[in-house]
C-alpha cells in the first residue's frame, strides 16, 4: 500500500506540477502574444483619441475664427448700414436743398413775370385810358375849342417842344 500511496503522491503532484506548467505556459504565452495586442490595442485606442481631441482642438479654433468672421461681417454690415443711413441723409439734404432752391427759383421768377404782367397790364390800361381819352377829346373838343383857342394851344404846344419841355 506504500507503493500505492506513492503513486498516488506522484499521481497528485504530477497534476500539480502539470497545472503549474500549463499555469507557466499560459503566462508565456499570455505575454508573448496577447500583452503585446493588449498595448497595441490599447495604443491604437489612445492614437485616436489623440486624433479625436486633435480634430475637436482644429473643429473648436475653426468654431472660434468662424465666430471672430461672423462678429467681423456683422461689424462691417453695422458700418455699411450707418454709411448707408449718412449717405442717404445727405443725398436727402441734398435733394431737398436743390427742390428749395429750385422752388424759390420758380417763385422768384413767377414773381418777377407777375411784375412784369403787372407792367403790361397798366400800360395797356393806360393805353386804353389815353385812347378813350383821346376819342372823347376828339367828340368833344370841336365842341369847345374854337379857332382861336386851337391855335393858341398848338402854338403853346410847339413852343414848349422848341425848347424841349415834356
Not at 436743398?97 to 397790364?121: F, I, Q, S, T
Not at 391855335?151 to 414848349?160: H, P
Request: proline residues 2%.
Amino acid at each position: 500500500m506504500e507503493n500505492n500511496a506513492f503513486f498516488e503522491h506522484v499521481a497528485l503532484w504530477s497534476q500539480v506540477a502539470g497545472a503549474v506548467a500549463f499555469l507557466l505556459a499560459m503566462v508565456v504565452i499570455f505575454r508573448k502574444y496577447m500583452v503585446p495586442a493588449v498595448v497595441a490595442n490599447q495604443q491604437a485606442r489612445n492614437a485616436e483619441i489623440a486624433e479625436a481631441e486633435t480634430r475637436r482642438a482644429r473643429m473648436q479654433a475653426d468654431a472660434a475664427k468662424a465666430r471672430v468672421e461672423v462678429e467681423t461681417a456683422d461689424r462691417d454690415a453695422a458700418e455699411i448700414r450707418s454709411r448707408i443711413e449718412a449717405i442717404a441723409a445727405r443725398d436727402r439734404e441734398h435733394q431737398l436743398a436743390a427742390a428749395k432752391a429750385d422752388g424759390e427759383r420758380v417763385v422768384h421768377n413767377a414773381e418777377g413775370e407777375l411784375e412784369r404782367a403787372r407792367y403790361a397790364a397798366r400800360d395797356r390800361l393806360r393805353v386804353e385810358f389815353i385812347e378813350k381819352a383821346l376819342a372823347k377829346a376828339r367828340a368833344e373838343a370841336p365842341a369847345r375849342v374854337d379857332d382861336t383857342t386851337n391855335r393858341r394851344l398848338v402854338e403853346t404846344t410847339l413852343a414848349d417842344l422848341v425848347q424841349g419841355k415834356p
